[in-house]
Each structure stands twice: as C-alpha cells, then as structure tokens.
C-alpha cells in the first residue's frame, strides 16, 4: 500500500514561534494532499486542501496566515503553524491521494505549545 | 453539508465474538473509505468501498450506496482490533475532501 510520512511525530514549541511540519508521499506522487487536525477524544476535522504548485485551499474558520501551507511538490506539503499558542496545541495529521480515489494518511504529528 | 453518522458510539467485546459497526450518510457520494486509529494515532486504511462488498481477512464490509449506509464487519475479534474505526465519504465534485463520522471506539477484552 502508499506510505505517507509526517516530521515531526512529537513537538513541543513556546507560545509565539513558528512551527513547520511536513508531509511526504513515500512510494507515489500525490496531486492533492489534505491537512487535518483532531482534538482528543473527537474526529478529523478537515482544515485545508493543497494541490501540487497552486495556493491551498482552507476550509472555513481555519485562518490561512496561521496555518500555511505549501504543496511545493508531487510528493512534500508543509505546514507551519504561525506565532503558536496553547490552543493551537493539537494532533495534526496529513493525507495524500494520487491518481485514485483513495487517500492515505500520516502517521501525524502531536503539537504542544506551552 | 453531508452528515456521517457512525453507530454505536462505543462497543465493548470479548475475545473472539463478531460485531457490525454501521456508517450512514445523507447524500451520494464516490468515495467512502474505513478506518483503524490505532493507540498511536496513526490511522489505518481498511477499505476503499464506494459500493459493493469487500472482504480481507477477519474484517468484510459491505457498501448499499442507494441506501446510502455502509457496514463493518469484525468476526472473530482480537485485542489488537481495539481502537476507534472511522468512516470517511467524499462527495461528487469536492476536490477529494473527505468527511469524517464520529468513530465508534471499540475494546476488546481478552
């Protein structure tokens, strides 16, 4: 099956810095990649779609210059949380789809901000 | 927007007893994909099944588009199937967004 990567698995920044996080397809080349967050005890919640070399897309309520995104290529999407605060702590956690359908997923990332 | 709704919420089994956890949603969709969060977070593709029935293993499930539900079958259950098991669908013409159900957490005691 299609392995994606996420780096960092764990990271724990001061509230103001920046925090980067990627996102890889191992084995295929992913057109769109997803980015997703989820609170404890509670599902994914869908925060932005990104398309290889076009802006990404946000869903509603997630601001776009505290989470950027960037789809530089067919097989990295990052994502960096702005001037990090406590609520912004969180598991975030890519997806990426090739060709088909089907979408696989990171291993996520646990970001704490103190 | 669609609605998943995933049944039951929490589901506690033996060993080695069968279950059936359900996804209902409320409009068409082409895509629907289950789900296995294990401990670590780290989620799991099952299945890939925007209709018909598909078995691998101990696990089978069973998509009635025209009904619009989808059905997860785990016989024979291990410890290592507990976890939370989410159903995901993708409407027509959405770019790939995939919406999540709430998950039914499952544990299997030994």
């Known amino acids: 099956g299609a392995v994606v990567s996420q780096h960092p698995s764990r990271v724990i920044c001061k509230s103001g810095t920046s925090v980067k996080i990627e996102c890889r397809s191992l084995?295929?080349?992913?057109?769109?990649m997803f980015w997703y967050r989820q609170f404890p005890k509670q599902s994914l919640m869908l925060m932005a779609t990104?398309?290889?070399?076009?802006?990404?897309?946000?869903e509603q309520g997630v601001e776009k210059d505290k989470f950027l995104i960037n789809h530089a290529s067919l097989t990295l999407s990052t994502l960096t949380v702005t001037s990090a605060h406590p609520e912004d702590s969180s598991f975030y956690i890519c997806?990426?789809?090739?060709?088909?359908?089907?979408?696989?997923f990171g291993p996520g990332t646990r970001l704490t901000v103190t | 927007g669609i609605q998943v709704e995933q049944s039951p919420p929490d589901l506690i089994l033996q060993e080695g007893a069968n279950s059936t956890l359900r996804c209902n949603f409320s409009?068409?969709?082409?895509?629907l994909q289950w789900f296995h969060q294990n401990p670590w977070g780290q989620l799991i593709n099952l299945f890939y099944?925007?209709?018909g029935t598909k078995q691998n293993g101990r696990l089978s499930a069973t998509t009635v588009a025209t009904e619009r539900y989808s059905l997860l079958y785990i016989s024979s259950s291990q410890t290592t199937d507990s976890g939370v098991y989410f159903c995901?669908?993708?409407?027509?013409?959405?770019?790939?967004?995939?919406?999540f159900g709430q998950g039914t957490e499952l544990s299997v005691k030994p």
């Open positions: 995901a669908v993708e409407r027509y013409n959405q770019g790939g967004k995939l919406i």
């Open positions: 084995d295929f080349q992913a057109t769109t």
């Open positions: 099944i925007p209709s």
């Open positions: 409009d068409s969709v082409n895509n």
């Open positions: 990104s398309n290889e070399g076009s802006k990404a897309t946000y």
């Open positions: 997806s990426a789809r090739g060709q088909v359908l089907e979408q696989y």
